[in-house]
């Protein structure tokens, strides 16, 4: 702990309050003394010395057990009270002494609009009776998302008078240790903000003893990262007293020559700090270009194992290999017409390098570049859509789907002020495909106005012989036309006569959330240090990248991805995606480890589930953020599964919904996921009955998720929730298609059904034959074959398919 004056720390409080990432934490003795409406405001002695008095005369106690409750701890001396004292005496009290509290112009000046919210171990109205910072909130009571960024807030921790002088039940007052207990299991979403903060923000303790604060705001972690905490005080600490503030983590003690000092300097840095404005999406328009050598050692990181082009400081790399992709030149012809546009492919298609390629031509546009391991604030995005005659590239996690849909929705807009928006959208994500079908039939768009550009996860032959001679320049091999990029970025790491050094890094795998780590940096890609803590992996995700690094890195947030809601200060990055799901594949590849891999993903829905709700099945009004968990797309890529390497792949996949089975079964997206799995087995099960048996499975799991669906969209009329019931009787009518053909169209009325919802699904203009052609659970195009074959001979359905079918064979054949 360092012992300093503020003018020696004077800049480093600027430069935290100018990135608003110093907190305050606002002890008793900033309103004791203070006038209040009948009375002076306490402090925490004098409050405890008041207590002992009344209870020493209400129980007659001796002179020995009036001595012993001066030694005992504030919170114990307060239960006695409470229980001991008449209600209205203590509420009398509370009135008098903590109402109506009047601040002197310095403390009033010290609460200015520079802190992004404060907490208080105070339950007088002192600060949100003199200051912007009204709007209080408990540590007892569960919180709204957004509640930061929306108002200026004052949490309250021991409580709040106005409360516990309102109602009979009052909930607030938190002093003793049982009520202390009670407000944390109440309130998780509090909770982990206040963990949060103690362990990744600055936090400055301003009128604080420690001496017996019950909070969290001094605990730490095991593996910390350089955050400060700074104890005000007017005396220089005695030696005990510095193992003290060690002991809560103080890392600087500031001393000042008086109290109102105090205020007065962080006054006045606090008005030096709103002087510069800061604003990093100026700063991210503008990176450096480094094109590397034609060696092998500076090159191998990129090729094999996927690390991203851009550096935490924007800089760009370009290795030697890279060349120009055939759709880059379409999007460049579209950019003088098409303000929007998107990249669809697949995992290790090479959109990413596209973006890239976009960055880096474009000279007299300021380019904004963000990545899977960026992400946008509400506000920042408001920002960024004020910008003109600029170019906006991001890949789709980067954006919220609210944030690609105003896109959509504003392209009018976009062409008026010059500003073209390319976003590169994984081939599975139908979120994407749902927003434009929407827009579409409400009339915003046209087809053909967005559009939605494919690229391969193979090289065209031109592209091919464009890259060989590059990738023997640099002693990496040749890649085979016919292969994918992953096959031939596999066979070539599989022949290289030199071990790649990356493979020696290895994560740690020793306990399930160490394990839970490395599938959230996986399925996220980004995991942000409040998001760290709400998942409680946060000393996990320091484990992982101590071990892994440059892989797996920690990088400072910019100002666009934090908010007062969110004030994340720190990211986790993976910087090698293709390397992280190997080594998890590796990990999974032993039946063994099975087990702790479904325990991880349990270890974390849990603690979503634990802030967010659990799903409502008839509302389906709670927002949740494991959507990617569950995800058949996003699982099946971190535990690979195809023809040659997966059934060990699919069983473990099916162990994980299985596991999931108890959290999730009220959730229809869940269970349509789940049925996608079973469809999947079925392709790879060699026996009849047990192909039928995973697609019963699967038909049960979709029939499921249909009627809630329906039932909700019945209730609601909304219309994206008639989308996600469109998408699920696609899934129903593709497995009663797979059925028939595993039947070899035996049953009539299997047929007849399966034709029946076939119509129907693709009646909906949410559901295309365009996208089931290329649909990959849509394996032997049943999807044709059955309209083919019933339509070739009508006696293998009843006569009233007889006009579903000709309209089916008329769309597929358009």
Known sequence: MKVVNFTQI???????????????????????????????????????????????????LAQ?????????????????????????????????????????????????????????LNIDDGIEFNSCYRHIVYSNRPIEKGIFDNFSCVIKLHGDVAEMLTYEDAKSEVFTQKQYVNSLKSNESLLKKLHHDSIYQNLIFIGCSLDDEIDLL????????????????????????????????????????????????????GQEAEKISVNDLDEYKHFSIIQLADDYESNKPFLFFGKSLISK????????????????????????TRPLQFIVGSGCSGKSYVLVDIACRIKNRDVFFFETKDRLTDQAFQDLTCKKNCVILADDTSLSDDQIEYFVSHISFLKENDVNVVIAVDKHNRAVNGILKLHEVQGD??????????????????????????????SAGVFKETDTIVDNIINLSKELSEKNKYYNIVPRFDSVPEIAALIALATERKI??????????????????KATVPLIDQESTWTFETSFDDNSSIKYVVNAEFWLCYQLGIFAREEKNHKAIVEAYKYIITRILSLEGTPNLLRGDKSNSYGAYILFDSINKIFYSNKTGGEHGL?????????????LSADPNYMHQRAKCYIKSAY???????KLEYLDKAFRDANVAFQVFDSRYNEYHNEKIYISASHVLYTKALILSHKCYVNSYASVEDNTIAIHTLHNALSSPYNTYAFAKKDSFNYLNVVSKIICETIARKTLVSSDAYRDLEDLFQIISE
């Open 445 to 474: 768009i046209k087809s053909g106005d967005i559009p939605q550009i494919p690229i391969g996860n193979k090289l065209n032959n031109q592209e091919w012989r464009q890259i060989s001679p590059l990738l023997t320049a640099v």
């Open 528 to 545: 942000y240090s409040a998001r760290a803590t709400q998942l409680e992996l946060y000393d996990e995700l320091a484990i992982q990248c």
């Open 651 to 663: 069983g473990l996949i099916r162990e994980i919904y299985e596991g999931l089975n108890k959290l």
């Open 684 to 690: 790879f099960e060699k026996e009849q009955a047990k």
């Open 313 to 336: 400081d924007h800089a760009i790399s370009i290795p030697y290999f890279f060349i120009s992709r055939k759709v880059t030149a379409s999007i460049f012809d579209n950019l003088s």
């Open 64 to 120: 020995a057990e009036i001595d012993s409750l001066k030694r005992d701890s504030f919170s114990n001396v307060s239960d006695i009270y409470h229980r001991a004292i008449p209600i209205s005496s203590q509420k009398e009290y509370l009135k008098f002494n903590f109402t109506k509290v009047k601040l002197e112009d310095v403390k009033r000046k010290f609460l200015g609009p520079f802190w992004p919210y404060i907490y208080t």
């Open 218 to 269: 001094a605990c730490s972690s095991e593996n910390e990262i350089g955050k400060a905490k700074y104890f005000c005080t007017i005396k220089e600490p005695s030696p005990l007293e510095q193992f003290k503030y060690e002991k809560y983590g103080i890392t600087h003690c500031i001393v000042f020559n008086s109290y109102n000092e105090i205020y007065e300097c962080l006054y006045e840095a």
């Open 10 to 60: 004077k800049d480093e409080l600027i430069n935290n309050m100018r990135r608003k990432m110093l907190i305050p934490v606002i002890g008793s003795g900033f309103t004791r003394g203070c006038d209040a409406y009948k009375g002076k405001v306490p402090s925490g002695k004098d409050y405890s010395e008041y207590m002992i008095s009344k209870i020493a005369a209400q129980l007659s």
